[in-house]
């Protein structure tokens, strides 16, 4: 039962333009959700959080919307830059453990 | 470095040999987490610690898996008899409770096994 599910495994984005990551969930008790970027041969990395009470929130480049109507996020890096190339994760917090999404390869092209 | 720790990063093994990973987390974070991760699959949750306690495990670990925190310090996960399948990248994380809340976890670079 794949609760959290990134239905995108790669991405390509010129440098500069904008990058839209998509995550679906299932489960309504989740009460944050999170991305984590991952390169290669490091441990995954916190990148920006989202309570469930709120459909927004921004750091610098990143900004991610919550929709839970739709049970829907995404993640929006503007602009795209080389060294967002990276594997992105969606996490959901729930019963005290993150639960994670397959992730999305993002390429960010010259 | 005060990141989280893990050891070895590579071990290949043959099937049917016991491995032991150790993990030392971020010091003063009493949240310990285990989580595996396979070839173009997200982390997925095995166990995690409280201080000493050990308060969830997953149904992926089976009775060859135990994971240990003796002093709510390091921990070690030891998998006996390996099987292929269990040739995955072993992630270790810690937080403290309070910054869990907000679901942040601090993960190492991962101990990568091979059983052959």
């Known amino acids: 039962d794949q609760q959290v599910k990134q239905n995108s495994p790669s991405l390509s984005v010129q440098e500069g333009r904008i990058s839209i990551l998509n995550c679906d969930y299932t489960?309504?008790?989740?009460?944050?959700f999170l991305w984590y970027k991952k390169y290669p041969a490091e441990g995954p990395t916190f990148l920006i959080s989202?309570?469930?009470?709120?459909d927004k929130n921004e750091d610098g480049r990143f900004t991610v919307f919550l929709n839970k109507s739709a049970k829907h996020l995404s993640l929006h890096i503007v602009p795209s830059q080389p060294g967002d190339s990276a594997v992105y994760f969606c996490?959901?917090?729930?019963?005290?453990?993150?639960?994670f999404g397959q992730g999305t390869r993002l390429t960010i092209n010259p | 470095d005060t990141g989280v720790s893990q050891n070895p990063r590579h071990k290949i093994t043959k099937r049917g040999q016991n491995v032991t990973f150790r993990c030392d987390p971020i010091s003063e974070h009493n949240r310990l987490y285990w989580y595996r991760q396979t070839l173009g699959q997200g982390p997925e949750f095995l166990t995690y610690f409280q201080n000493e306690a050990q308060l969830e495990k997953s149904r992926l670990l089976s009775d060859r898996f135990s994971a240990e925190r003796p002093k709510g310090s390091f921990s070690t996960l030891e998998i006996q008899r390996t099987e292929q399948g269990d040739s995955a990248m072993y992630l270790c994380a810690s937080s403290l409770t309070l910054g869990f809340e907000a679901g942040e976890l601090f993960f190492g670079e991962g101990s990568r096994l091979t059983v052959l």
């Open positions: 489960n309504s008790m989740f009460d944050y």
């Open positions: 989202i309570s469930s009470i709120k």
């Open positions: 996490a959901a917090k729930g019963a005290q453990k993150l639960v």
